[in-house]
């Protein structure tokens, strides 16, 4: 059983790994299930601080994942329009999988704008924002999911 236990935890690992840059998986939250078998096997196990340590990150990235492009783009000066956009953008992007995710809010923020002032410059700067902060979230989960797997590959090596 722990065998099996831990070849499914090493390919979640994979897998969440793999959600950090494809936008249509959980990356982070399914990394952590992965360290989840690995601590249910018989010979490996995390303290339980650790376990809710990671817990709470993986839902905080997780989270933050869809706030922060909208944050960006208020942060790159758009109007209430550009931010509504970009969330708009999001929203419509995730029935674009994987490609809509990552341009739903840039073109959400520039149409924001442009029905704000027409100002073709501010709408591309508020929506750089935008792609700038779903950069930001992207690492983030990379972070978080690649640190996940070091511990699991630590832990097993």
Request: glycine letters at 12%; hydrophobic letters at 55%; aromatic letters at 14%.
């Amino acid at each position: 059983m722990d065998v099996a236990l831990i070849i499914i935890g090493a390919f979640l690992m994979l897998i969440g790994l793999a959600g950090c840059i494809f936008p249509v998986l959980p990356g982070p939250p399914i990394s952590y299930v992965g360290i989840l078998l690995l601590h249910f096997t018989e010979k490996y196990s995390f303290s339980d601080q650790f376990l809710l340590i990671w817990f709470f990150l993986a839902a905080a990235v997780t989270i933050l994942d869809y706030i922060i492009p909208i944050y960006g783009t208020k942060k790159f000066g758009g109007s209430k329009r550009g931010v509504w956009g970009s969330a708009i953008g999001l929203v419509i992007g995730l029935f674009f999988l994987p490609v809509g995710i990552i341009i739903g809010p840039f073109i959400g923020a520039y149409i924001g704008e442009m029905t704000e002032e027409n100002n073709s410059s501010k709408a591309l700067k508020s929506a750089l924002g935008s792609f700038i902060g779903f950069l930001t979230g992207t690492m983030m989960k990379l972070a978080v999911s690649g640190i996940m797997l070091f511990h699991f590959v630590k832990l097993i090596v």
